[in-house]
């Protein structure tokens, strides 16, 4: 069973920043495209951004666009997710995910992969 785990979490005031990493079995990581997504309570799971297998392109929800940056480092298997200028509305469950395919996606149903989450909660 392949595992991604999450990590980088927490309670962090409005303007604040934290960043996340999900680590990968190389298996579900090599040359393949990495996504974040969240839900917030109450609300499906969406989007937050993605990135290419080559690490050459990334997608980012509207919402996040210019306050989140998606990055990956294939010498450890892991994605990160810096968040800066975070907001309540940022309050979610973050999830990982590993994509069947090196294309940058937004779509979920492209994702084989899934972590558990981390939980970001942002305070005023």
């Known amino acids: 069973q392949v595992q991604l785990v999450e990590s980088g979490g927490g309670l962090v005031q409005a303007g604040g920043s934290l960043r996340l990493s999900c680590a990968a079995p190389?298996?579900?990581?090599?040359?393949?495209?990495m996504g974040w997504f969240r839900q917030a309570p109450g609300k499906e799971r969406a989007p937050v951004a993605t990135?290419?297998?080559?690490?050459?392109?990334?997608l980012y929800a509207r919402s996040v666009q210019g306050r989140f940056t998606i990055s990956r480092d294939d010498a450890k298997n892991t994605v990160y997710l810096e968040m800066s200028n975070l907001q309540l509305e940022d309050t979610a469950v973050y999830y990982c995910?590993?994509?069947?395919?090196?294309?940058?996606?937004?779509?979920?149903?492209?994702?084989?992969?899934w972590g558990r989450g981390t939980q970001v909660t942002v305070s005023s």
């Open positions: 190389e298996l579900a990581f090599k040359n393949k495209a």
């Open positions: 990135i290419s297998g080559s690490g050459a392109n990334a």
């Open positions: 995910a590993a994509a069947r395919d090196t294309w940058a996606t937004m779509g979920s149903r492209e994702y084989a992969h």
